[in-house]
Nanobody, 117 residues
Framework: QVQLVESGGGLVQAGGSLRLSCATS????????MRWYRQAPGKQRELVAT???????NYVDSVKGRFTISRDIGKNMVYLQMNSLKPEDTAVYYC???????????WGQGTQVTVSS
C-alpha cells in the first residue's frame, strides 16, 4: 500500500526558507516519478517540481533558482527545499507519486505553507 505523508510546512517571513518532507511507503523510486504540487486559495493545483526515476529535476519557472527537489532513496523520503520565499508561494503543498508503468497516481494530505510580507 502506497502512502505519502508531508511535513515541514508553517509560517515564514518573506525571504525565509522552509524544507518540506514527504515520507513515503510502498514506493520504489526507480519506478515512480515524484512531484510537488501546490494549491493556493481560489486557484488550481499547480505543478511545482518533478524528480524523475533517473533523478532529473524540473521546476515551474516561478520557483527556478529558489526551490530544490531531492530524494533520499535509503530513507524513502522526498524533499522540497524552498529558499527566498515570497508571499505568492503561500499554498497547500502536496507530494505526488506516479508509477510510470501503470500511471497509478498517489497523493499526500498536504502541508500548509504561509509566507508573510
Amino acid at each position: 500500500q502506497v502512502q505519502l505523508v508531508e511535513s515541514g510546512g508553517g509560517l515564514v517571513q518573506a525571504g525565509g526558507s522552509l524544507r518540506l518532507s514527504c515520507a513515503t511507503s510502498g514506493i520504489i523510486f526507480t519506478s515512480y516519478v515524484m512531484r510537488w504540487y501546490r494549491q493556493a486559495p481560489g486557484k488550481q493545483r499547480e505543478l511545482v517540481a518533478t524528480i524523475t526515476r533517473g533523478g532529473i529535476t524540473n521546476y515551474v519557472d516561478s520557483v527556478k533558482g529558489r526551490f530544490t527537489i531531492s530524494r533520499d532513496i535509503g530513507k524513502n523520503m522526498v524533499y522540497l527545499q524552498m529558499n527566498s520565499l515570497k508571499p505568492e508561494d503561500t499554498a497547500v503543498y502536496y507530494c505526488n507519486g506516479i508509477r510510470v508503468t501503470t500511471q497509478q497516481n498517489y497523493w499526500g494530505q498536504g502541508t500548509q505553507v504561509t509566507v508573510s510580507s
